[in-house]
């Protein structure tokens, strides 16, 4: 399986390379550690030949942040580890080299092919691998299991789609979940899928969802200070704000429909779109003004309209700052496309949430966040216009909202401990 794959995979990589080229270009940076994505890291191979590495790998900024915590937490006691974590994408490394730890080394993951990835295992040298929600890559866990390097999953969860894709092609992925030493889940529902898949029962620990832990209360440390964006743009400081986070096609221009009606009894209303792809924002800007909506661009203040209806985010690492001033959060991905983005964030900051009929990727929290009354589902663009309506003309109600969403952030917290104490029994037992 492990020749066929890797003859397999260089011909697949060869005919999707000008696609995923072309994300990076657009992302930009793209050049900078160009070379750590086929394995080679320079220097910090002699810099790390003689210690003990725990690798730990997070695809993009979600995971990387989770990373962040666990590093935090696991280097109060194993001082005689050295930490590298690996991300996917550039704005994953964005935060990696502005959060993790001194000491802590922040890498670009290689290409899953096996020239690739043997020589990254040659020059980190990893005693151990973690790896943050199921990021399954066939050469990583052939060459750690060859290596005899412990090989961990933490705050894993398996969407129903997920599920499917793996039993689908149980050859390749069974005994990759075989060879797992632990593996940390967000629920019990999580437990059993990958039970399913070839984990062992005994090797699987129950941690919860570390995203509740990493939630912020305050954006002391914020670079952007959204209050005065607001008011350069005109926008009043008693004027309900409407902030769409992390939003997919689709979800921009249904939003911006419903607003000239959300204004008919809200007339102050503001809109603040934020993509979760920031490379979209010409578009989104397109399909915003198509509505006849006068809009403001992030990174284009100086040439704002007067008086804009909409304010487009097209900038990374400042959705949290928005949150804060939001009198409602819709939550994207989760109406026009499929497995919906976190809501923790807004939670924690008592915000009253919305979001579609699509969480799978975020089912218990949106489950427990819907239980408390935290958060209301809609099911299509009226069943959004009517319930939003309805928030806006009920500050109390929103404020009773915002509260039980809090409430459910803080009674879910604890994960990073827990999942750090199981890594450390796993890593004693080296």
């Known amino acids: 399986m492990r020749l066929l794959y890797n003859i397999i995979f260089p011909l697949f990589f060869v005919v999707s390379s000008p696609y995923y080229l072309w994300k990076l270009v657009r992302r930009g940076h793209w050049l900078v550690g160009l070379g750590q994505r086929f394995g080679f890291y320079g220097s910090m191979g002699a810099s790390l030949k003689d210690k003990r590495v725990l ?17 935090n937490e696991l280097r109060k006691e194993l001082k005689d580890w050295t930490f590298v974590v690996s991300t996917t994408t550039t704005t994953g490394m964005g935060v990696l080299k502005s959060k993790l730890p001194e000491g802590a080394n922040a890498v670009y993951y290689p290409i899953d092919w096996m020239p690739f990835v043997k020589c990254a295992f040659r020059n980190l040298n990893p005693s151990a691998v973690v790896l943050v929600e199921a990021e399954i890559w066939p050469n990583l866990f052939w060459e750690a299991t060859s290596r005899n390097v412990s090989l961990s999953l933490v705050n894993t ?5 997920s599920l499917n894709g793996y039993r689908k092609f149980g050859f390749l992925f069974k005994p990759l979940f075989q060879s797992l030493c632990s593996v940390g889940v967000q629920d019990e529902v999580d437990a059993q899928r990958v039970i399913e898949l070839g984990c062992q029962a005994e090797d699987i620990v129950v941690t919860g969802n570390m995203k509740f832990d990493g939630s912020v209360k305050a954006s002391t440390d914020q670079s952007v200070n959204v209050r005065e964006l607001l008011d350069q743009l005109g926008v009043s400081r008693h004027a309900p704000v409407i902030v769409a986070g992390s939003t997919f096609e689709g979800e921009e221009l249904i939003l911006s429909q419903l607003l000239a009606k959300w204004r008919v009894a809200t007339p102050d209303l503001f809109l603040v779109v934020v993509p979760r792809h920031f490379e979209r924002a010409d578009s989104v800007l397109a399909q915003i003004q198509s509505t006849g909506l006068h809009v ?3 990174t284009r203040m100086e040439s704002a309209p007067e008086r804009p209806e909409v304010l487009l985010v097209d900038t990374t690492g400042e959705l949290t700052a928005f949150y804060e001033i939001a009198s409602l959060v819709f939550i994207g991905k989760s109406l026009t496309a499929q497995g919906g983005q976190n809501p923790i964030e807004a939670a924690a900051l008592g915000k009253p949430l ?20 935290g958060a209301q589902q809609i099911f299509d ?18 404020e009773l909202m915002g509260k039980a969403a809090t409430e459910v ?9 827990r999942t750090a104490l199981m890594l450390k029994r796993t890593l004693r037992a080296l």
């Open 354 to 373: 919305v979001f579609g009929p699509f969480m799978q990727n975020f089912r218990g929290v949106a489950s427990s966040l819907l239980d408390a009354q």
């Open 55 to 71: 690798w730990l790998h997070g695809v993009s900024v979600g995971e990387a942040n989770l990373a962040i915590q666990l590093v």
């Open 157 to 161: 969860r398996l969407s129903e789609k």
């Open 381 to 398: 663009e009226g069943d959004l216009f009517i319930k939003v309506d309805e928030l806006l003309s009920d500050p109390e109600k929103r």
């Open 409 to 417: 952030v803080n009674a879910n917290k604890g994960a990073t401990q």
């Open 296 to 298: 403001a661009r992030r």
